[in-house]
Each structure stands twice: as C-alpha cells, then as structure tokens.
C-alpha cells in the first residue's frame, strides 16, 4: 500500500469511528528546515480549533491493514484525549494593537529554510535568522502553540521587521523566561521520566512494582548520566521554561552575561536544537572543533530533522559582551 492509499484508509476509518459530527481530512504542513508532513485533523462541528496528529513516521512499505487499523484505532484514542471543548478566540490576531501584546520571536537556520524566508519577516544573526510568531496563551494551549507572523500580515498590520523585532525583544524573555540547568540534572530527569514509564507499564501488566525504589532509580540515572559525559566537560542546558523556541534565550539580553560571570569563563554556545543551547565554560578543555563535532553529532542523531537549528558553534566573550559565529 503507498503513502496516499494508507493515508486515504487511516480518514476512511477514523471518519467511521468518530461520525457524522466530525469532519475528518488530511494536509501537508510545511515545517521548519523544509520538512513536509502528512497530518491528520479531526474537527468538532461548531468548535473552530482541533489538533493535527502526524502520520508520516508510523508508515512503511509493506504495511498490512492490521498495522493500518491499529494506528488509526491509537489516533483515535488520542484525538479523545486531546478534544478541545470550546472554540478558540484568535480575533486578536487580527488587530496589531492586541496583537503585539503576545508577538514574540524564535530562531531558524538560514540555509535550509530559503524558501520560507522568502515569505516571512525576518532578522539575520550570522547563519540564523530571527523570525516572529504569535503566542496562543488561551486555553488548553498556554503558550504551547504558535501562529508563525508572514509578510503579508505585517502588510495588514501596518507595520515592519524593525518595529517587530523591538517589540518580540522586549515581550519575548517575559513571556517564555529562561532557565539555565546542568546536563547532568537533565539527563537524570529524562532517564527518571523513562523509567518512571517503564514501571508504570510494568505494573499495567502486573508486574511488582515494588522491586523499584526511587533511590535505586536516582543512583542508577546518576551512573548513566555520569558515563554519557566521560569527558568531564561541564556542559549546561539553556532553554525557557516552556520548553519550546528555547535557543532564543541565548539572545535574551544579560543572560549569557550573567551567566558566564556566575562561572567566571567566557562561553562556548551550542545550538542542540531549536528549542534549547548548550552552554560550555571556554576554559573547561574543549576546543571549537569537538564542540563542532559534537552539534553535528546530535544534530544527526538526536534532533528530529524540523528542530535542527544550525551546525555550528558560538562564541560568548564576556569582555566585549558579544556573541560570535565561530565554527
């Protein structure tokens, strides 16, 4: 079966399962760095906002209707649990005055996203481009979704790149604040959450929960964490609190300012997604072209192909306060 005949069998079903009081279609969604996916959205009758569940990576030649029914069938159940109850007022959006209270801005790679770039307000930072997006802060979203700013709406609007730009800069590190933690206590964190799921399936399958202690969990996410940095190379996670856009933080002003005053050295930055920076204390024995090593690394085998920012490394001098493109 090839993609569209899979696709086209995924609506038939969920159509079935969900009824006449939903209407049930595919699109493609551009992404960043030009990936293209296929997504799926089920809309409620009167409700102007329903998710959109990505079917691309659960596809492969070969697929069988059972592997078919039972993605359809894991759609279903999610498109349940993330039904919105009432519509979503974005008429805000509409008017620059009540928009501008919640623009804000992230960061993309130039390179790989030309053809967007060709149709979006942008800043240049070196290799990156600082681009604007609306931040939805109404319920069930919070702040987690974003409606990207195009060309045509600063034409509405009235307005331009500059007058953007001081306004994001300004509304941006208030609305999505940054946070700075060690990568060892984030790579517990994650292994803690990991195997806090594990358990949790265990005990669906009566399994004893009780061989699991927290302690036994914490010792033994710390021995792991300890041998994924064996270089001993000091390394720190600089994200926003949200999780999302958080490479921007490194543009916020002060913050790597501050930060490389706290630990006394100048900073090596490294963009591991769009969502978060590595920062490295310069003095720590790392040198530009390991570090380099390093991004592309996980750039190729840890970070989703959309999230990928830059391969590239910065360089943070706290005597000049600049931010450089080193590598």
């Known amino acids: 079966m090839n993609f569209t005949s899979y696709t086209q069998t995924i609506l038939k079903y969920l159509q079935e399962k969900l009824g006449d009081n939903y209407a049930v279609f595919s699109h493609r969604v551009r992404k960043n760095n030009g990936v293209e996916l296929t997504g799926i959205v ?3 009758k009167g409700c102007n ?3 959109t569940i990505y079917i691309d990576s659960f596809y492969r030649e070969g697929i069988t209707w059972q592997e078919i029914k039972k993605i359809a069938d894991r759609l279903y159940d999610e498109f349940q649990a993330v039904e919105f109850e009432s519509t979503l007022d974005l008429s805000g959006f509409a008017e620059f005055e009540k928009a501008k209270e919640k623009l804000s801005f992230k960061l993309i790679g130039i390179e790989k996203n030309k053809g967007l770039l060709k149709e979006i307000p942008y800043k240049k930072f070196y290799n990156l481009a600082i681009v604007f997006f609306y931040t939805v802060q109404e319920p069930p979203f919070y702040g987690k979704a974003a409606i990207l700013v195009y060309n045509n709406h600063v034409r509405q609007w009235g307005s331009s790149v500059e007058e953007l730009l001081e ?3 300004k509304n941006t590190p208030v609305l999505f604040p940054c946070e700075i933690e060690n990568m060892e206590k984030v790579m517990k964190k994650m292994l803690l959450d990991g195997l806090d799921g594990d358990l949790a399936r265990m005990k669906e399958r009566g399994a004893d929960g009780n061989l699991f202690h927290e302690e036994w969990l914490d010792e033994l996410s710390g021995q792991i964490a300890e041998g994924c940095l064996e270089d001993k190379i ?4 600089l994200t926003n609190k949200q999780k999302l856009y ?3 933080c490194m543009l916020y002003p002060g913050i790597l300012k501050k930060f490389s005053e706290n630990v006394g050295e100048d900073l090596y930055v490294l963009p591991s997604s769009i969502h978060e920076v590595i920062l ?3 003095g720590a024995g790392a040198d530009k072209d ?3 090593e390093i991004v592309t690394d996980i750039n190729r085998t840890q970070v989703a192909e ?5 391969d590239s490394v910065y360089y943070y001098s706290r005597k000049s306060d600049r931010l450089v493109w080193i590598s």
């Open 42 to 44: 089920a809309g409620r």
């Open 49 to 51: 906002t329903s998710p």
């Open 167 to 169: 306004i994001a800069s």
């Open 234 to 237: 000091p390394m720190y996670v």
């Open 246 to 248: 958080g490479a921007a």
């Open 280 to 282: 490295v204390p310069a």
């Open 290 to 292: 390991s570090l380099h």
């Open 306 to 310: 959309d999230e990928v920012l830059a």
